[in-house]
């Protein structure tokens, strides 16, 4: 979550940290494939209900003696739209308790903290980044059994709450918080089990050591030449 990768970079403003995005604003991610925009339709709640809608429009067009009981039927409308979304879209509570174990949880979790930090000691030393916190923010849609949307951008304190310009360098560093041994459906089972579906990891400017941030200067001149 960017200004480099997303078009409507207005909904990137914040006053406040952690910065949410899921049920607040419509994203517009920039070269997104035909596979992305799909998994944001279906993130669209209005979308969702009228597809669930759907039988009670195709019904009475194949039968006319239909019609009039299926279109005066709201309480059924609901209780089709609660099916589909607390039943085939969410997991019950105890099917989140199933989805992980406890100690496997704590594993995962500590995971991503440790890949989360190392990723932010490096991005603080490239953007020259020495007083204030950065938090790596890792947001996750709560819908099951499709394909885990995660949002995942840098947010920082100082001198104003706001969200970190990240060029391509920056985004690849990030890209090694997921993989084989932790990839995103395995933080999303974790959050289905705490019923938590945003991860704010914290790293203080001045932790970053000065080898890393020399490191980083070395780096950029390396490119420029």
Known sequence: MSDTTIANSRVLETRALPKKFFGRVQLLPKGAGMRLWLRLIVEMQLVRYLSALLPFVAIPLMSRDLALPVTQA?????????????????LSKAGRARAVGEDEAARRLDALAFRARAALRQIAA??????????????QSELARIAPLTLVSVQCDQPAPRLLSLDAQDRAILAVLFDAALSERDLLAVNHREDRYIRDIAQEARAVSAHARLAAVLEKRGAGA
Do not use: C, Y
């Not at 709201?74 to 969410?90: H, N, Q, S, T, Y």
């Open 74 to 90: 709201p309480l059924a409308m609901l209780v089709v739209i609660a099916f589909v979304e607390m039943k085939v879209l969410r």
């Open 126 to 139: 490239r953007h020259g980044i020495a007083a204030g916190e950065l938090r790596l923010v890792v947001e």
